[in-house]
């Protein structure tokens, strides 16, 4: 279980969450956390709780540190970061080639048929979307792969559901949740992907309904990152990290 860094109450300051960061591993080169969910990596216009990098540089009295890997907003679990300009650019290589392997939970929706399966589809700009940033399926897209195993199927008075093990292959852009909704299983909680992207567009403008937030059942889409593994300078890496309450709760209940 990571260590839960807590945060002192400043002056001036409204309201600081109670903590900054799940810490998973810390030495000379590296920092290794837990992101909460509904926390942005990078910096935005508000405090210096806005971001998880922000928290960071809080946590290490620093400005000068690297984020080696990112999560979406909603995403909780690994990142790493690297204290150091040379440990940096060498893990970023790592990342690029491949050698970095990644797991992550995923509840979704419906009991998954299949015990194991692999998702080979390439991915590419939604272009019919209103949202932007939002991608699909498309032969004409870019290589994509995503392995996944149950780890167990279950009811709710909501429906039914599976606990999803996934092991990206590739790192497109929100590549396991479009895979997975692609599969019929879209991630539960996810705005974008699920069954109406009008809840992400009503989230950004505000105007998320009580109905919409009914339907969406958790209030993040339910995608942890808890393990990482690697080799470098020598050695093996290993990180794992539990999601948080809200996730393992909706699967014990």
Known sequence: MPHLLPLRHRPGMSGPPEKLFGLVH?????????????LVCHP????????????????????????????????????????????????????????????????????VGPESGLIDEPLGPDEVS??????????????????????????????????????????????IRIHLAHLGHPIVGDKLYGHDEDCYLALVERRLTDEQRRRLILPCHALHAGGLAFEWRGRDWQFNADPEKWFSGFVAQ
């Open 44 to 111: 935005t216009k508000g405090d210096e709780y806005s971001s998880l990098i922000s928290r960071v540089r809080l946590h290490l009295g620093q400005a000068d540190v690297h984020m080696v890997n990112r999560l979406d907003r909603e995403t909780t679990g690994i990142v790493l970061l690297a204290k150091r300009d040379e440990a940096a650019r060498e893990l970023r290589k790592l990342w690029e080639s491949g050698a970095v392997q990644k797991s992550y939970d995923a509840i979704v929706h419906g009991h």
């Open 26 to 38: 810390e030495d000379d080169e590296l920092l290794v956390v837990n992101k909460p969910a509904d």
């Open 130 to 175: 209103p949202v932007a940033i939002k991608d699909r399926v498309r032969t004409d897209g870019r290589e994509a792969k995503t392995a996944f195993t149950v780890a167990s199927r279950f009811s709710r008075a909501e429906g039914n559901f599976s606990l999803l093990r996934v092991q990206p292959q590739s790192g497109r852009k929100h590549q």
